[in-house]
């Protein structure tokens, strides 16, 4: 089992935690390149952060955590580069799958896979089959992601049913569109983490943000800390969520 962070997550009051916290890692290059180093160096360190912030989700016994690891545009950096995060992905669940089982985490994929390698793709289905009746966080990882792919999956697979007489147009209701997502299931995005300093969403998770609260911080994913993590779940707490009503 992973150990407590102690002290730490006494600083967050349980009863204002979001219930799905989704994040854009970002900064790796820009983290390497500061210090001389190989931008896959940032991708490197990168694995390292998301270890750890998996490992506060869980003994914050947090809902659902969602991470973008490999958008639908990433495809068109070098090839090099591809390769390597398709190794480091594949290197990461081969290492680290059992240790999320052990430690309770159901991991769920959410893009498309039939672009991945075979073997990779493989390892994918094992790593769901593995924690497939675990009841501990829910971590969505993000790859080959793009909110208005999915959006685009959903809209075709309604469209289908449509014209198999299974459903009329006006029955698409926004549960039913839900339930066509890859988060199926699973909450809507309360709080959304981008590190690295850009204040844009890069085509992340689109539908479920739609009332999320949006937490900006400069740090480079690298060095982004269970510490800091914690500070934007103590600041969501604090934040007036009004969903379009006068309350609160
Ligand atoms: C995020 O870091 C990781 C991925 C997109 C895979 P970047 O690689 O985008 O790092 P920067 O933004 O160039 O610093
Ligand atoms: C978003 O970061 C994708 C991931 C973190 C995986 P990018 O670095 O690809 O986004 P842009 O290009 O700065 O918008
Ligand atoms: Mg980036």
Request: glycine content about 6%; hydrophobic content about 40%; proline content about 3%.
């Amino acid at each position: 089992m992973w150990e407590s962070d102690g002290g730490l997550l006494a600083r967050v009051d349980k009863t204002k935690m979001p219930r799905h916290v989704a994040i854009i890692m970002d900064g790796n290059g820009r983290w390497a390149n500061c210090r001389g180093l190989l931008r896959n160096a940032g991708h490197v360190a990168g694995v390292k952060t998301l270890k750890n912030i998996l490992k506060t989700a869980v003994n914050l016994k947090l809902e659902a955590l969602t991470v973008y690891a490999f958008s639908t545009e990433n495809w068109k950096r070098p090839h090099t580069e591809v390769d390597f995060l398709m190794h480091l992905f594949s290197d990461y669940l081969e290492r680290e799958k059992q240790e999320m089982h052990e430690n309770n985490v159901r991991i769920k994929f959410l893009g498309r896979t039939e672009d991945f390698a075979p073997a990779l793709q493989k390892l994918m289905r094992e790593s769901i089959e593995l924690m497939k009746n675990n009841t501990g966080v829910k971590f969505n990882v993000a790859a080959d992601y793009g909110g208005q792919d999915e959006i685009i999956r959903a809209a075709q697979k309604l469209a289908y049913r449509v014209k198999a007489g299974e459903l009329l147009p006006e029955d698409i209701s926004t549960q039913l569109f839900e339930d066509e997502l890859d988060t199926f299931g699973q909450p809507p995005v309360d709080l959304l983490i981008r590190t690295g300093g850009e204040l844009r969403v890069s085509n992340f998770l689109l539908w479920q943000a739609a009332y999320a609260e949006f937490w900006f911080t400069d740090t480079n994913w690298p060095e982004f800390t269970p510490e800091e993590f914690i500070d934007a779940l103590v600041d969501f707490g604090k934040r007036s969520r009004r969903f379009g009503t006068l309350n609160n």
